[in-house]
């Protein structure tokens, strides 16, 4: 089992520096689910501070890791095999929640999705995901 603070820990490890530089916290995980919160940074915002595509991506990428790796247990080297995203509307100025879960494990790979919800619970962006373990 995947604890919220070797989850938090695995962020400040396996991940390259810019990705820590999200200052992504994990709120919770476990059975192939997990939820951080990606904090409004103006440096992450484009032209009138709406959250940049590009951020979104990346901590749906993050977050699903760790969803993969609650379900597993704990960490085994994965890479993103896919990562689709429909962003649904502008969010700007603010945090984001970012849950992931896994829908289908598998001993190759793993398929799973990702919302990441504005602070009111509406949804921004949905990722679909496929992850091959290595």
Same mark, same amino acid.
């Given at each position: 089992? &995947?604890? =919220? ?10 991940f390259a520096?810019? =990705? ?5 916290? =994990?709120?919770?995980? $476990?059975? +192939?689910? @997990?939820?951080?919160? %990606?904090?409004?940074? /103006?440096? !992450?915002?484009? *032209?009138?501070?709406?959250?940049? +595509? ?5 901590? /749906?990428?993050?977050?699903? *890791?760790?969803?993969? #790796?609650?379900? !597993? $247990? $704990?960490?085994?080297?994965?890479? @993103?095999? #896919?990562? @689709?995203? #429909? ?10 929640? &970012? *849950?992931?879960?896994? %829908? ?5 790979? @793993? ?7 504005a602070?009111? $619970? ?9 992850? /091959?373990? &290595?």
């Open positions: 089992m &995947v604890t =919220v603070e070797e989850a938090q820990r695995m962020l400040g490890e396996l520096p810019w =990705v820590q530089d999200l200052r992504l916290e =994990v709120l919770a995980i $476990g059975g +192939g689910e @997990t939820t951080l919160r %990606l904090p409004f940074d /103006a440096r !992450l915002a484009r *032209v009138g501070g709406t959250v940049c +595509g590009q951020a979104m991506m990346a901590a /749906a990428d993050t977050a699903m *890791v760790l969803a993969v #790796s609650s379900q !597993l $247990g $704990g960490f085994r080297p994965m890479t @993103t095999v #896919s990562l @689709t995203t #429909s962003f649904m509307r502008p969010v700007q100025g603010t945090e984001l929640r &970012v *849950v992931a879960r896994v %829908l289908k494990p598998g001993r190759t790979l @793993t398929f799973g999705e990702v919302e990441l919800l602070p009111d $619970g509406r949804l921004a962006a949905h990722a679909t995901t496929t992850y /091959a373990l &290595v």
